[in-house]
Nanobody
Framework: QVHLVESGGGLVQAGGSLRLACVDS????????MAWFRQAPGKERTSVAA????????YYSDSVKGRFAITRVNAANTIYLQMNDLKPEDTAVYYC??????????????????WGQGTQVTVSP
C-alpha cells in the first residue's frame, strides 16, 4: 500500500519562500522516482520537478528552474521541494507523485501511478 502525504503549503507574498514535504509510506520507496506536479484552477496538471532514486537525475520545468530545488532523504521516505522567489503564477495545488516503476526518467504524468492528496500554494502579488 502506497500512501503519499504532502505538507507545507500555504499563503505567501511574491518573492517569498515555502518548503513542501512529502512522506511516502510505501515499501521500497528508495528505488522509485519521485516528483512534484502542480495544477492551477482550470489548467492541466503539469510537472514541476523530479528526482530519481539516488539523486543523480534531477528534472525541473523551465518555469521553476533556478528558483525551486527538489531533494530526497531515503532514510526518511521523504522528498522536499524548496520554493524560492515565488511568483503569483506559481499558485496551484501541488501534488507529490511516485513512479509506477523504478528508475523512471521520462517525467510524464502517465509514468506516475501514485499520488498524494495535494497541498495548496497561494502566492499573492
Amino acid at each position: 500500500q502506497v500512501h503519499l502525504v504532502e505538507s507545507g503549503g500555504g499563503l505567501v507574498q511574491a518573492g517569498g519562500s515555502l518548503r513542501l514535504a512529502c512522506v511516502d509510506s510505501g515499501r521500497s520507496y528508495s528505488i522509485y522516482t519521485m516528483a512534484w506536479f502542480r495544477q492551477a484552477p482550470g489548467k492541466e496538471r503539469t510537472s514541476v520537478a523530479a528526482i530519481n532514486r539516488n539523486g543523480n537525475y534531477i528534472y525541473y520545468s523551465d518555469s521553476v528552474k533556478g528558483r525551486f530545488a527538489i531533494t530526497r532523504v531515503n532514510a526518511a521516505n521523504t522528498i522536499y521541494l524548496q520554493m524560492n522567489d515565488l511568483k503569483p503564477e506559481d499558485t496551484a495545488v501541488y501534488y507529490c507523485a511516485r513512479s509506477t516503476y523504478p528508475e523512471v526518467t521520462a517525467i510524464d504524468i502517465n509514468e506516475f501511478g501514485y499520488w498524494g492528496q495535494g497541498t495548496q500554494v497561494t502566492v499573492s502579488p
